[in-house]
């Protein structure tokens, strides 16, 4: 049995053919762009976060809008982890402001609390906290501290839709709602991926969404063009397909949970492996264990059958990118996790039998010589 490390949802016939009507009517209704789905889709996934939704086209849009309402100036600092994906750092580099990277905890994958304050100057003007993998855990400590600093909290909850923490006072709360601006990321092998790009930001703050839909639509508002804006309008069909997504979110999400149940019930104590954390509303966007021999245990998969992914081969301050910019940062626990992450397969619609394979093969390489 070969097991894939990734199958969307979109590829199940009902889906697809209800995707399929959707799709025809939409092209002969011949609104293409922002039109009533994406509106439709704004508001049901603010009714769900209970926080105000602007659609855009990409999640990495989303992250260079977010900075942008922030007014920031250049020299000014943006606090973020080393160990994410490339986009948060090149957002911050659109904007003209300086990302100061950090390190993440020594035995998970995610920057805390500790390791923000750490890297925080007279300088700062922003904190873009990201919930890894889907692990929301740490981001009510970080905005806690970011409230009793007055700096803006960015939370980049690409791949965390669905997460919940619990929140003093407050009682549960959706991940992306936790800081000044929240983004979110529909690529497709996110909690709620699109068949394409597409993204949304989220904030309480009034004034920021008003602006943010202007920016999406190249500065436009009231009639003229009020500033200096982009492309990132949402189309209807990817607007369509995320809306029938949202309906089946819940139960996407328990089949991810079931999955992560099962494996870290099954692949417990093994030896040179070390699994994610089990944090109370985890979204399990990715399921990405440690392993000191992970190139191995990679090719041992692949030899039963079961496709793994590396997120992220090197973190971001040590890509040519950042380096031909930027001094040399000691970032050790980042630079560790890049060397041993190893992310299994978990999608909805995954089949028991395909769960049990993935676990029977990581049983069988951890025990091999």
Known sequence: MTVPFFRSPWQVPANA?????????????????????????????????????????????????ALRLLNLEPGDEVVLPSYTFFACFEAVVRTGAVPVLCDSQAHDFVCGEPEVLACIT???????????????????????????????????????????VHVEGQGLLQAGTLGDVGTLSFYPTKTLGAPGDAGALTSRHAHFVDRAMSLRNHGLHAGCHSEVGYNSRMDEFQAAALAQGLSQLDTWLSQRKSIARR???????????????????????????????????????????????????????????????????????????????????????MTDGEVGRVIEAVVLAAGRP
């Open 17 to 65: 053919t209800g995707l399929g009507a959707a799709f025809a009517e939409i092209l002969e209704s011949g609104q293409y762009i922002l039109g009533q789905r994406v509106r439709g889709f704004e508001q049901a996934l603010s009714a769900r976060l209970e926080t105000p939704v602007v659609a855009l086209n990409s999640g990495t849009d989303a992250l260079v809008l």
């Open 122 to 164: 007279p300088r700062t003007r922003a904190v873009m906290a990201v919930p890894l993998f889907g692990d929301a855990s740490a981001i009510p400590a970080i905005a806690q501290s970011c409230r009793a600093m007055g700096v803006p909290l960015i939370e980049d909850a690409a791949q965390a839709l669905g997460a919940q």
């Open 263 to 349: 494996y870290l019930a099954g692949m417990g104590r093994l030896p040179g492996i070390a699994l994610p954390h089990h944090h109370d509303g985890h979204a399990w966007n990715y399921f990405v264990l440690r392993c000191a021999q992970r190139d191995r245990l990679r090719a041992m998969l692949a030899q039963e059958g079961v496709q793994t992914r590396i997120y992220y081969s090197d973190p971001i301050h040590r890509q040519p990118a950042y380096l031909k910019c930027f001094p040399e940062v000691p970032l050790p626990h980042a630079e560790a996790h890049a060397q041993q992450a190893l992310a299994l397969p978990i999608f909805p619609g």
